[in-house]
T-cell receptor
């Protein structure tokens, strides 16, 4: 059983589309993280959330603690957004989703 | 600032060989972590160090040992490498447990 489930696993979008990646978790958490892994392998932390919503540029992350659900939105998607997006939750230890592989086509 | 650095970038080992993966951070972070990433498994925590002088097991510690050498450095040792340890290894650091983690570039390890 995975403590963190992400959907979809793979996503292909046309440039300019609005993208949503979902994350559901089953454990109590103090924070949820969205990470971006570039095709070369490097991992970058995008957001840390414990409630509500955060926005950074074209990226928006929301969390609903009661529903144990978070979403990552990308507005006006661009080919450089192509990456794997990983949801991680901070419970009694860190749990990671298996990632959503996003490809944005020009 | 270099952030989190890892060496080596790539390594090939034979079964039974030993090696140490090095990790260093220059952000004055208290907490450091070692993860492995396998296809379809996501990132899994091997060991972590909440602060200098402490280390704790994560989800998959078997076959590994760690040393928090000082505040900057956290090494991961494979005493007798096995093919099941073929993976990509990421080191990360954070100001404290639960804070945003910053990841190194990863070490790709192949055990034959």
């Amino acid at each position: 059983k995975n403590e963190v489930e992400q959907s979809p696993q793979n996503l292909t979008a046309q440039e300019g589309e609005f993208i949503t990646i979902n994350c559901s978790y089953s454990v109590g958490i103090s924070a949820l993280h969205w990470l971006q892994q570039h095709p070369g392998g490097g991992i970058v932390s995008l957001f840390m959330l414990s409630s509500g919503k955060k926005k950074h540029g074209r990226l928006i992350a929301t969390i609903n603690i009661q529903e144990k659900h978070s979403s990552l939105h990308i507005t006006a998607s661009h080919p450089r957004d192509s990456a794997v997006y990983i949801c991680a939750v901070d419970g009694n230890q860190f749990y990671f989703g298996t990632g959503t592989s996003l490809t944005v086509i020009p | 600032n270099a952030g989190v650095t890892q060496t080596p970038k790539f390594q090939v080992l034979k079964t039974g060989q030993s090696m140490t993966l090095q990790c260093a951070q220059d952000m004055n972070h208290n907490s450091m972590y070692w993860y492995r990433q396998d296809p379809g498994m996501g990132l899994r925590l091997i060991y972590y160090s909440a602060s200098e002088g402490t280390t704790d097991k994560g989800e998959v510690p078997n076959g590994y040992n760690v040393s928090r050498l000082n505040k900057r450095e956290f090494s991961l040792r494979l005493e007798s490498a096995a093919p099941s340890q073929t993976s990509v290894y990421f080191c990360a650091s954070s100001a404290g447990i639960g804070e945003t983690q910053y990841f190194g570039p990863g070490t790709r390890l192949l055990v034959l």
